[in-house]
């Protein structure tokens, strides 16, 4: 099982849609959970942290289940600028500084 | 957006050659990494330094040699590369002491001839 592994998409939407990027990750040692996202040939930035009690942050809410070892992201009102690859990111346990990123899944958002 | 900035932004290569990458970060903090992006791949964690001292070797080859003279300011010293090393190099840093968020650099987009 890979260590963190994404939807492969690619998840193409229409303006207005919800969408929801599912992402598991195999290591249970895990602490530290984010979301970034990628535009083309630019570099990753940080979308959110993912809190244990879920978190909201706009249009985007992140969801943890520790138990199935499941992240999740929901894009509410999807706008034409959601447009990006959205990084699931797990830091590898017991290295506090050891990042392991997924593939990415790509989202275009369309008028 | 010059948290952490990267020089240069492209570099071609040849395989004899030797080069440098550099990084520097605005941010205060602590730890820095090199990650490789290849086309098609997700990110890989190279080198991870914190405070100074390299704390993550991912079993990079030695082509590759990281310097770190202070927490601001990280190189990655390259010679000798395969054209299979073109790839986007990135940095990034962290406030460290405990997990953190990572913040990128805009990268190097490296080709090896």
């Known amino acids: 099982r890979k260590e963190v592994e994404q939807d492969p998409g690619p998840f193409n939407v229409p303006e207005g849609a919800t969408v929801a990027f599912n992402c598991t990750y195999s290591?249970?040692?895990?602490?530290?959970f984010f979301w970034y996202r990628q535009d083309c040939r630019k570099e990753p930035k940080l979308l959110m942290s993912?809190?244990?009690s879920g978190n909201e942050d706009g249009r985007f809410t992140a969801q943890l289940n520790r138990a199935s070892q499941y992240i999740s992201l929901l894009i509410r009102d999807s706008k034409l600028s959601d447009s990006a690859t959205y990084l699931c990111?797990?830091?590898?346990?017991?290295?506090?500084?050891?990042?392991?990123f997924g593939k990415g899944t790509l989202l275009t958002v369309n008028p | 957006e010059t948290g952490v900035t990267q020089t240069p932004r492209h570099l071609v290569m040849g395989m004899t050659n030797k080069k440098s990458l550099k990084c520097e970060q605005h941010?205060?903090?602590?730890?820095m990494y090199w990650y490789k992006q290849s086309a098609k791949k997700p990110l890989e964690l190279m080198f991870v330094?914190?405070?100074?001292?390299?704390?993550e070797n991912n079993s990079v080859p030695s082509r590759f040699s990281p310097e770190c003279p202070n927490s601001s300011h990280l190189f990655l010293h390259l010679h000798t590369l395969q054209p299979e090393d073109s790839a986007l190099y990135l940095c990034?840093?962290?406030?460290?002491?405990?997990?953190?968020?990572?913040?990128f650099g805009p990268g190097t987009r490296l080709t090896v001839t």
């Open positions: 990111v797990v830091n590898s346990g017991g290295s506090n500084y050891k990042l392991t």
């Open positions: 993912v809190y244990s």
């Open positions: 330094y914190n405070f100074k001292e390299q704390t």
């Open positions: 990034a840093s962290s406030g460290g002491q405990g997990i953190h968020e990572q913040y």
């Open positions: 290591n249970s040692a895990s602490q530290s």
């Open positions: 941010l205060g903090h602590n730890a």
